[in-house]
């Protein structure tokens, strides 16, 4: 069977309030919706008879939406296969682990910080995540088939990344992405973006290349998400380039918090950039043109193009 994934949006309200998230903007905007167990099952029937056969949920923080036990049995019922995202902030009670984490196929955990000090600059809240107990639940009540551990790097993890990356490793997590922020500069303003959200590309790549050697000597998989190429030392950006993002956007459908489908061509087009990439003047003859996604369009307003260094 192809391989055909559904994007469903469930509910619009999380317990965080993370410094890198994009997505706050709209969740604002959508906190009054409502959303049935009905109004689920008319999207995932009318997908399924078009041979989709995963689904993923987004927006907020979906243990703890009312419905989300709704949805994943519907999912269940209808033999999609079901990913999920999730900061784990309940995932240490065994009541809720119990509960949701049967339904799970692929589990991905959203890990920006260990210590509390720093979760809680990150969250900007004062909710706290036992890993330990949530790894304990996740072994004890999953069915463990896919399990992957994102890092999105901010200003306040930078420098912790290899201990967070040893961390992750230590609890038999194989899959490992580190991410670097999509920037909204218009909701947040400049000043909080340079101090909280974005590091420089060559901060990042500095604290990055020592996790790199420190996972491939672990045989533990590896994707670098969200970084042009040539920000790379050219001596290992061909390894580099084989740990960049490969989210297949051609099959995949999302649907918007009106029960929309989106339009999503330009994703499937390399003349366009998904997640509003654009090439900076520099890019533009790049011999990865098509492959690589560049920097984020805002990044020059932030930092200098110095150290985007096109490969030609």
């Not at 065994?94 to 509960?99: N, W």
Request: hydrophobic share 35%.
């Amino acid at each position: 069977m192809n391989y055909k994934r559904l994007e469903l949006y469930v509910w619009w309200t999380c317990n965080q309030k993370c410094t890198y998230c994009i997505e706050f903007e709209n969740m604002e905007q959508a906190w009054t919706k409502k959303v049935s167990k009905y109004d689920i099952l008319k999207q995932l029937l009318k997908y399924k008879k078009l041979w989709y056969n995963h689904v993923t949920y987004l927006w907020g923080e979906p243990l703890i939406q009312a419905v989300f036990l709704d949805a994943l049995n519907l999912w269940k019922k209808l033999w999609y296969t079901i990913l999920v995202t999730t900061n784990c902030t309940t995932l240490h009670l065994d009541s809720q682990a119990s509960k949701f984490l049967p339904y799970i196929d692929e589990l991905f955990l959203s890990v920006e910080a260990i210590w509390i000090e720093e979760q809680q600059k990150i969250s900007r809240t004062k909710n706290y995540v036992h890993w330990d107990k949530v790894f304990e639940n996740i072994y004890k009540y999953w069915n463990w088939k896919t399990l992957k551990a994102n890092i999105v790097i901010t200003q306040d993890n930078l420098s912790h990344i290899y201990d967070l990356v040893k961390f992750v490793v230590e609890k038999w997590v194989k899959d490992i992405s580190i991410t670097y922020p999509d920037i909204n500069y218009w909701y947040y303003w400049k000043e909080f973006v340079l101090e909280k959200i974005a590091p420089s590309y060559t901060d990042c790549i500095t604290k990055i290349i020592p996790v790199v050697e420190y996972l491939r000597d672990k045989e533990i998989r590896l994707k670098l998400p969200d970084f042009p190429f040539c920000v790379f030392p050219e001596n290992i950006r061909e390894e580099y380039i084989k740990l960049t993002d490969d989210y297949d956007f051609e099959t995949r459908v999302k649907i918007n918090h009106n029960n929309q489908e989106l339009d999503r061509w330009d994703l499937a087009d390399f003349r366009k950039l998904p997640r509003k990439r654009r090439k900076i003047k520099k890019c533009t003859n790049c011999k990865y043109n098509k492959s690589c996604w560049g920097p984020s369009y805002v990044y020059k307003l932030l930092y200098w193009t110095d150290e985007i260094n096109t490969i030609y």
